[in-house]
């Protein structure tokens, strides 16, 4: 698997950073979009990202099940953003705020979202763009917690899988060195 992780904060250019990534590799590619329009504010953003990026990609939007996604063209790379729109559109799915988010359930998803990603990207080169969690402040609402503690180990193990990853902050790409982290 060739993996590039690329993290960062809301409006950090972390989508920009990973298109230009996935334009440098060259060849075609796959672009998975997770997002959902659920308000006009969310159908602006969404409308930004497809400004942003190359016309001619294929493009397939997925807000839950990857292994769909990944069975769209044969493109040499693929760029899923973002792990952490799938990640909450999952949780919503499962329940949302009325489900139970134990330890063990939340495990299962985050296995469950590891083995997923590595799945899309088996034969190619996948760039996945993600939110940092670990900077902002504890969630003050259980099911909060829950998906920025999900968030928080799903990126960990990304990262562990990685050949490269960033941490995006006010446009500015920041190398990280993932296999060199805590396991």
């Not at 950090?12 to 590619?29: H, L, N």
């Not at 939340?106 to 760039?127: H, K, T």
């Not at 990262?159 to 396991?183: I, N, Y």
């Amino acid at each position: 698997m060739a993996l590039t992780l690329v993290l960062g904060g809301i409006s950090s250019g972390k989508s920009r950073f990973a298109v230009g990534r996935a334009e440098a590799a060259g060849g075609d590619v796959l672009f998975v979009a997770t997002g959902e329009a659920s308000d006009p504010e969310m159908e602006e953003r969404i409308a930004a990202h497809r400004r942003e990026r190359p016309s001619r990609w294929l493009l397939v939007e997925e807000p839950v099940d990857l292994t769909r996604a990944g069975r769209a063209g044969g493109a040499a790379a693929v760029l899923l953003d973002s792990v952490d729109g799938w990640l909450a559109n999952r949780m919503e799915r499962a329940g949302g705020s009325a489900a139970a988010w134990g330890r063990d359930r939340l495990a299962a998803l985050e296995a469950e979202c590891a083995s997923a990603v590595a799945e899309l990207a088996r034969g190619r080169r996948l760039i996945a763009v993600s939110s940092e969690v670990g900077l902002s402040p504890v969630p003050l609402h259980p099911y909060g917690r829950a998906f920025a503690d999900a968030l928080g180990r799903v990126n960990q193990r990304l990262a562990a899988l990685s050949d490269e990853a960033f941490l995006v902050v006010a446009g500015v790409p920041v190398p990280l060195h993932p296999r060199g982290g805590c396991r």
